[in-house]
């Protein structure tokens, strides 16, 4: 295990000791307002590091990963309200839904040389062409809305993921915790290096040896993959489900904001990104009803010129000023003896 | 002529290609045996680099057939054409310039090996080889020309190719630095029996590796031999020599 | 299937719309063409100006085939002013931090229009809004028909522009070599800051006609710049008479997608034809082969 964290320094290992032992006390810290923003950043936590595989590694931009998380959550919703089937068993379904998903779009725009902006803009079409297909989608609710059924749980049933926000919020820290390891791994991985390389060069990539095509396609349904569980957790959480919410372009922008103002390609910064984020679309909002400005639209465009602030400061994201700034990063890589 | 009687290493035998009625290659043909240092000289503009992005398998030829180790690989994909043997570099250098002068290189070295570590120990002995070992921890982006080209041939020896391509690795380097690069060459061919084949502007390196040259010009091939003959050849001397690079 | 004059109704509707979707691609076109910049707030800066055109309109009765040159004024000037202020020093940055920047001014704009005009619709009605010509068989709508027509005059004008006038073949010049423009001693800077501004006219004028025809909330910034994104893909990023071309089909379609199918299930049609153009002639139809 102490390779794996070779890269951290003393320092960087005892902060995130640190970190993770407050994020595991939460519960027994925070009121049940706090404990539903900190889901809600674990969600951005948990999904912006799935987006941070296909275009931080990879380098593949997707504008449309509110498709895998809309798909995840009807599939595990439709089954569990339709069939009864739980949600755990609804994943082994919803997951490889999203990755056939991500492997359809990744097929036709890798096979047809569609790069760049134009596969971004492909992400999102398909995103929107789902969306109205679900409108129109009748067995599950169409746009009238798919609900689950409510009802107050005395105990917390993990099996079917009924329950109270405590519940919730260990599931989704489970799930980025898992997330962080996995992408940890890949990104050290002979397909991490193939990843970058594609990158930061696809001729030069493939020029030595690599087959590009093959290697984003992974990227592509890892990505999609990862997404899924997200999904599922948020088709439970919220017990709701809409197309007009769940495949909007807004949501697969909120997706991506964090991981980028955090730091596109780096571990940590999908996770501050949330943090940074969340907590500040939150604060604005408490400080903006104590000093009585509380119109709607007041609140988002505090966000907007916060977001704006930081693109233009750090646009690199936050993370690698912050590693340098804590110095949790070792300088030297690590070097094997002959 | 060197290494009569082999069978060539990689062969070419009239390759044409043309771009929107640019006859970029005109039936080219020509072999390379292992362990020889080829080069490909010719104005710019001769069609150096479209024959050089054929053999590589960025283009596929109009006609004509390339064959590398016995095998048919015109008109392959570049990664497949790499993984046979053949590495490359660019003429315009294409580092990975986020990443470490290190990870650069172990990408190419993970062509050939299964896992990261060994690789690593691998592009270090690349490294060292190519004078950069010093710098592995600095970011691609951050270095200087001369040690991008260097670092383009690392990245592309650590594939282990049987032949390996350079693309103008002398251009833009002052003198000394020249030398350098043609001593690791030189050090490489003979230690390892690493059969290059090399476009190349400046005289005084080709003239120092290879041992048989070939002339393109518009595309055709003007003159072959070695540098002896080909340096005395007219025709090489009006269309491209000039009066300079005589004496 | 409906009767043959309805459709062919509906089909002209759909094309006079579709000019002014076209000019308001064209602003797209015109940006990405030059700047290699995506615009991700394009539609939010056509909702600005639907906003204003109504402003006008219901605050001074200024009609919005008059209101759109001021309209166009204003956002040049916008739109110049954010280029040179802000986006300039992002033409070289990766596409994702230059698309989290324009994001950042959508979300701004979208939310000051919610907080100074709620969420609600909001439209104008002219004195001709149900005035209709009739062509024999067919009737055509007089807003669209004018609406239509102001489109393609600012179209003219602006051909006109980057055909005839020494600017306008600057930032051509600009467009087709970035390196060459610097080298002749072109002030790169100051063409590009002008390129977003005309861009941004286009969206001025079509927004202020488009009120005519629809009307608008804060809340379709959106989607009127997925709009834009698909028509200018499908005509050819980079192409003028391309961008009027797609929005002219992006307009048939969704007016025959809408009598055929269901008005809500419109843009999966534009998005489909999307997805077709981008797999089978991703330069677009108008557009050169690139690479």
Redo the contacts between chains.
Sequence with gaps: MTGLFSELSKRGIVLLVLLLALMLAAPFLANDYLLTVLILILYFAFTGQAWNVMMGFAGQLSLGHALYVGLASYVAAALFVRFGVGPWIGMLVAVPVAVIAGAIIGFLAFRFRVGGVYFAILTIAFAEFTRVGFDHFSYVGGSGGLFLPVSQYTSNDLVNLRGNPTMFYYVILAMTLGAWLLCRWLLRSRLGYFWQAIREDEDAARALGIDTFRCKMIAVMISAGLTAPAGVFTAFYYNNLFPEQVFNMGRSIEIILGPIIGGVGTLFGPILGAFLLTGLSESMHELLSWLGLDVPGAKAVFYGICLLFVVVALPDGVWPWVARKLKVTERKVTERKP | MTASGAAPLLKVEGVSRRFTGLLAVDRVSFSVPPGEIFAVIGPNGAGKTTLFNLIAGVFAPDSGSITFDGDAIGGLPPDQVCRRGVGRTFQIVKPFPGLTVEENVVVGALLRRPDVDTARDHAHAVLRRLDLFDKRTQKAGALTLPDRKRLEVARALATDPKLLLLDEVMAGLRPTETDRMVGILRDLNRETGLTILLIEHVMRAVMALASHILVLHHGATIAEGSPQQVVRDPAVIQSYLGAEAVH | MPPIDLILNVAVGGILTGLVYGLMALGLSVIFGVIRV?NFAHGEMMTVAMFLAFSAFTAFGIDPLLSLIPIAALLFAFGYAMQAG?IN??VN?????Q???L??????L??????IF??DARGVQTDYSFDSFEVGKLIIDATKAYAALAAVLVAVVLFAFFRFTLIGQAIRACADNYTGALVVGLDVKRLYALTFGIGAACVGAAGAVLVLITDVT?ALG?SYT?QA??IV?IGGLGSMPGALLGGVLIGLTEALAGLFF?P??K??FA??A??LV??LR?QGIMGKRQR
């Design positions: 995506v802000l020093d992002f940055k990766p596409e994702h931090t698309f989290i920047l994001v950042a001014v959508a979300i701004i979208v939310n000051v229009l919610l907080m709620g969420p804060p959106p997925l994104f698909i893909i269901t809500s299930a843009s999966m998005v489909a999307l997805v981008l797999l991703p």
